[in-house]
């Protein structure tokens, strides 16, 4: 999977549940920077955080690693 795919539907389901990068760290018990690396795209993500974030965001670990 490309990092920059992942990193937009990080975002993107993030800003459809109105989480803040901050309010999205604090659940997640990670940096802000960890976070935003994430949604930019320059942090390798690790499959057990990848894991984390479905669930805070409700949505299914396929649907936040699928590839287009």
């Known amino acids: 999977m490309e990092y920059d795919q992942l990193a937009g ?5 993030r800003k459809l549940k ?5 309010e999205l760290a604090a659940k997640l018990e990670i940096s802000v920077a960890v976070l935003g690396s994430l949604e930019r795209g320059t ?5 057990k955080l990848l894991e984390r974030i ?15």
Do not use: I, M, N, W
């Open 9 to 13: 539907r990080v975002r993107a389901f």
């Open 18 to 22: 109105g989480y803040t990068q901050q």
């Open 43 to 47: 942090r390798k993500p690790d499959p």
């Open 54 to 68: 479905s669930e805070a965001l409700g949505v299914s670990y396929s649907d936040l690693t699928a590839e287009s």
